[in-house]
T-cell receptor
């Protein structure tokens, strides 16, 4: 089945130690998103790729970076994780065809729960 | 800025009872609206979406939502709750203007008791 895969599902890192989260998709979607969801809160968009074009949200900290080496893969890099970065990180994809944006369903992966010690 | 307000962070219903989860949006132009469900330690799954077609939208698992422009609402309903419906529900809006962005409400946790 076509899907969005996130690895690992659980990641533990130390304060200040760089960490990379991975997302892959078999849907051949042109848009990939990264959301941060803290406990009992709504997901918050960090950034997204529209094809190869990177779009950063204005309030996303510089500590968060992303790479998309090809259509199928997207990575979230946290350069120096702080305790406040502990959260669930959700990857999503969509196939935007309308040109309007946002009308096509976003498909979410199961998430990676990040713990910072 | 567009936003979404979900009334009630926790809703509890009996099995078999009506489920009503409230969502109001703020927008000068009717946006696209979505309801997602999240089970513990899982990603979000789309229940249904409104994209300016029919105002009554039917989704998966027996859920439906009605877009009411006059009330700026998009409430989610299900006639008869099942134990398996217990989860977190998020209403989301995609602002008009051609931008790929979902703005989520704070979520409503639905509990279903026997």
């Amino acid at each position: 089945d076509a899907m969005v895969i996130q690895n690992p599902r659980y990641q533990v890192t130390q304060f200040g130690k760089p960490v990379t989260l991975s997302c892959s998709q078999t849907l051949n979607h042109n848009v990939m998103y990264w959301y941060q969801q803290k406990s009992s809160q709504a997901p918050k968009l960090l950034f997204h790729y529209y094809d190869k074009d990177f779009n950063n949200e204005a309030d996303t900290p510089d500590n968060f970076q992303s790479r998309r080496p090809n259509t199928s893969f997207c990575f979230l890099d946290i350069r120096s994780p702080g305790l406040g970065d502990a959260a669930m990180y959700l990857c999503a994809t969509s196939r935007e065809t309308s040109g309007r944006g946002g009308t096509d369903t976003q498909y979410f992966g199961p998430g990676t729960r990040l713990t910072v010690l | 800025a567009q936003s979404v307000t979900q009334l009630g962070s926790h809703v509890s219903v009996s099995e078999g009872a009506l489920v009503l989860l409230r969502c109001n949006y703020s927008s000068s132009v009717p946006p696209y609206l979505f309801w997602y469900v999240q089970y513990p330690n899982q990603g979000l799954q789309l229940l249904l979406k409104y994209t300016s077609a029919a105002t009554l939208v039917k989704g998966i698992n027996g859920f439906e939502a009605e877009f009411k422009k006059s009330e700026t609402s998009f409430h989610l309903t299900k006639p008869s709750a099942h134990m398996s419906d217990a989860a977190e529900y998020f209403c989301a809006v995609c602002p008009s203007g051609g931008y790929n962005k979902l703005i989520f409400g704070a979520g409503t946790r639905l509990a279903v008791h026997p």
